[in-house]
């Protein structure tokens, strides 16, 4: 009897046993730090708090709300040099990228931290009565996130969500769980009630999908690859769950012969390979006007050897490691032996995930290193002959994250970035994302927009209200 009772209490314990993954510095390849995964039954536990905290949550006045996210904002801007440094060791980013990226998460929490008093809904003349929308918090959202950029991603999602009234549950990557863990700490810090905004880390494949199956969970903001996006999607579809998604890209930065050829030669390796080429909106496919190709490519290649590899601590590093072995493997897949390599950058040797800016010319339109988001430091160079080639070749893609157009001919800026299907465009830029723009991808790079003056929509239900006036 009392062996049957002992068994009994165990198994739920044994289902709950705690994993632990160990953060590897990908600069280094030594541990970092092991942190605890939630399992199923956790995930759960942690949706029934969410649940619960927003009931209440939704409640604080508009101004208190705000307030909160601006104190929280505070708090994230006191803490940038931590910030960053986690992010230097757990993912590899070097320091000054680093700081950017914590900043943006203090950014971002300071534009939607005037949302709340901002959420303002709309009379509608109506007979016998009065007809008012409100802006309603959805309830419990759930963000999953990527390794590629742990804190703007995050935030992205978490400061519209939270403004708008909403519970958040964030999923960071299993790879890169440290920044968004400390987040959650300074969200305490600065007074936001317990339990509205929880990080869990875990597997996807745990606590995503848990986030994707519980219906009290009553929407997903995805940001990864297109094949798990469409997972998502379609596990979603069960409950009817909102859904936004920003997944990958193949973007094209076109350059035209009337163009500034040395800035657009200057600028392009930063296009793609910021983030080691970890970007869904980096530029890596190059198509150039045929007459200035030799031009563009002896300009290019000292441009590409000049970028600063090394180790992402020392400040002016450009850019650092890729984010595991098993992704460098992927990456150099795309590069296979007599691969038409056009000219390297430099990597350091020794430890660390490094793998070298590489520029493949002239590549096939069907290989699929043109083909294929490679999320690496790899960029194809493709000549065009003409406007019209160009647009159709920037097209040839199920992608449409960005792009970058360079051109002297305002005419044709504006002609070529209306015929090219992708959200976020630059014309003699390779503008990174302003989070008081909308961002987002056409076709399979993504559904919805993300940040701008709209993304609190992405976040609340319109509810209609008629006030009947008769007796
Ligand atoms: P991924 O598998 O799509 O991962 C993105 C996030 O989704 C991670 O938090 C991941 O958790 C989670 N996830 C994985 N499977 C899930 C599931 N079944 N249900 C719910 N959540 C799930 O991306 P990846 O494997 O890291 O990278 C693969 C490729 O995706 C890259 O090479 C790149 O092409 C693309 N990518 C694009 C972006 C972007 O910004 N658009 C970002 C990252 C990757 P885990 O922690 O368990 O992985
Ligand atoms: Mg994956």
């Not at 044994?14 to 605890?36: D, G, K, L, S």
């Not at 927003?54 to 409640?59: G, K």
């Not at 990527?146 to 909403?166: E, H």
């Not at 163009?259 to 390979?273: K, L, N, Q, S």
Request: hydrophobic share 45%; net charge negative.
């Amino acid at each position: 009897m009392r062996r049957g009772k002992a068994a009994r209490e165990r198994a739920p314990t044994a289902e709950r046993e705690t994993q632990q993954y160990t953060v590897i510095n990908p600069a280094t390849e030594q541990p970092v730090t092991a942190v605890a995964q939630a399992s199923g039954p956790e995930t759960d536990e942690a949706i029934a708090r969410a649940a619960a905290a927003q009931q209440a949550w939704r409640d604080v006045s508009p101004g208190d709300r705000g307030r909160l996210l601006r104190s929280f904002a505070a708090e994230v801007d006191a803490h940038i040099d931590e910030l960053a440094a986690l992010e230097v060791a757990g993912s590899g980013h070097p320091v000054g990228a680093a700081r950017w990226e914590a900043g943006q998460v203090r950014d971002v929490l300071m534009y939607y931290a005037a949302a709340p008093e901002r959420l303002i809904g709309k009379q509608i003349p109506v007979a016998g009565g009065l007809d008012v929308t409100f802006a309603e918090p959805l309830g419990v959202v759930g963000l999953i996130v990527p390794w590629n950029f742990p804190m703007p991603i995050l935030s992205w999602g978490m400061a519209p969500a939270l403004a708008a009234g909403n519970a958040v549950i964030a999923k960071p990557a299993q790879m890169t769980p440290l920044t968004a863990i400390r987040i959650g700490e300074l969200a305490l810090a600065a007074g936001l009630p317990e339990h509205v905004l929880q990080v869990l880390p875990g597997k996807g494949g745990v606590v995503g999908q848990r986030l994707v199956d519980h219906p009290a969970v009553r929407k997903i903001v995805f940001t990864g690859s297109t094949e798990v996006g469409q997972q998502i999607m379609a596990g979603c579809a069960r409950h009817v769950k909102r859904v936004t998604l920003e997944l990958g890209g193949k973007s094209a930065n076109i350059v035209f012969a009337d163009a500034d050829i040395e800035r657009a030669a200057a600028t392009a390796p930063y296009a793609v390979f910021d983030n080691a080429g970890q970007d869904c909106c980096a530029r890596s496919r190059i198509l150039v006007e045929a007459g200035v190709l030799d031009r563009f490519m002896e300009l290019l290649e000292p441009a590409v050897k000049g970028i600063r590899v090394g180790d992402p601590a020392a400040e002016g590093t450009e850019m650092g490691p890729l984010i595991s072995a098993a992704h460098r493997e992927h990456v150099a897949s795309y590069v296979p032996e007599g691969a038409p390599v056009a000219f390297l950058g430099s990597a350091p040797e020794g430890p660390g995930f490094w793998y070298p800016p590489t520029v493949l010319a002239p590549v096939a339109t069907d290989d699929r290193a043109y083909t294929e988001e490679i999320f690496g430091p790899v960029v194809t160079v493709t000549p065009f002959s003409d406007e019209a080639e160009a647009i159709a070749l920037a097209n040839d893609t199920p992608y449409g994250l960005s792009g970058s157009i360079w051109t002297g001919n305002v005419g044709r800026a504006i002609r070529v970035a209306r015929g090219v299907e992708t959200g976020n465009l630059s014309v003699n830029s390779h503008s990174s994302v302003r989070y008081w723009t909308p961002f987002g991808g056409f076709k399979q790079s993504g559904l919805g927009r993300e940040l701008g003056p709209d993304a609190l929509d992405a976040f609340t239900e319109t509810k209609n209200v008629f006030i009947a006036t008769q007796e």
